[in-house]
């Protein structure tokens, strides 16, 4: 298991394939116990050759997650779980902030709706350099970005 291989993703892993042509590929990672979201997704022929593994994101930061990989291997179903610990999650510090990441507050889920994962793109704008406005509207766009992924529980499950 190689944990962020791309050094831009924390949450994510890849399990490596070691050589074998592995077919009908599923992935869940599952939630905490105290009622996380399970991530479960399949997984292309052309994302596991390009990956030379199988990629694995919506990964916990700081805890120990298990993943369930379920795959046919020359003809024959097979369900692996692994143990993967990911890192807690580290950004920059900017001014007045008091944590790594914005927390997320979830008002309302419709059950319809309970697994669904939503992107949260922010500008890390300086208390120091306020919007300016004057020059057509829009907002400065040369500060630090917080990309990131929450599930409906408002757990982070991504970030870049």
Not at 31 to 55: F, M, Q, R, W
Not at 71 to 96: C, L, M
Not at 124 to 153: H, M, R
């Given at each position: 298991v190689f944990i962020n291989p791309y050094d831009v993703s924390p949450?994510?892993?890849?399990?490596?394939?070691?050589?074998?042509?592995?077919?009908?590929?599923?992935?869940?990672?599952?939630?905490?116990?105290d009622g996380g979201i399970d991530i479960d997704y399949n997984v292309s022929e052309h994302a596991l050759l390009t990956h030379d593994g199988v990629p694995i994101w919506g990964l916990y930061p700081d805890y120990l997650n298990e993943v369930e990989l379920s795959y046919t291997f020359n003809g024959v179903k097979k369900v692996e779980t692994y143990k993967i610990y990911a890192q807690p999650i580290v950004t920059y510090s900017r001014d007045f902030r008091f944590s790594h990441m914005q927390k997320t507050r979830v008002k309302k889920v419709d059950p319809a709706f309970k697994n669904r994962l939503y992107l949260i793109n922010n500008t890390i704008t300086s208390v120091y350099k306020p919007l300016d406005w004057k020059n057509g509207g829009a907002a400065s766009w040369n500060d630090f970005t917080e990309n990131y992924i929450v599930d409906t529980k408002g757990e982070v499950r991504w970030y870049l």
């Amino acid at each position: 298991v190689f944990i962020n291989p791309y050094d831009v993703s924390p949450l994510t892993a890849i399990i490596d394939r070691a050589g074998k042509d592995i077919k009908d590929i599923h992935v869940k990672v599952k939630g905490k116990p105290d009622g996380g979201i399970d991530i479960d997704y399949n997984v292309s022929e052309h994302a596991l050759l390009t990956h030379d593994g199988v990629p694995i994101w919506g990964l916990y930061p700081d805890y120990l997650n298990e993943v369930e990989l379920s795959y046919t291997f020359n003809g024959v179903k097979k369900v692996e779980t692994y143990k993967i610990y990911a890192q807690p999650i580290v950004t920059y510090s900017r001014d007045f902030r008091f944590s790594h990441m914005q927390k997320t507050r979830v008002k309302k889920v419709d059950p319809a709706f309970k697994n669904r994962l939503y992107l949260i793109n922010n500008t890390i704008t300086s208390v120091y350099k306020p919007l300016d406005w004057k020059n057509g509207g829009a907002a400065s766009w040369n500060d630090f970005t917080e990309n990131y992924i929450v599930d409906t529980k408002g757990e982070v499950r991504w970030y870049l």
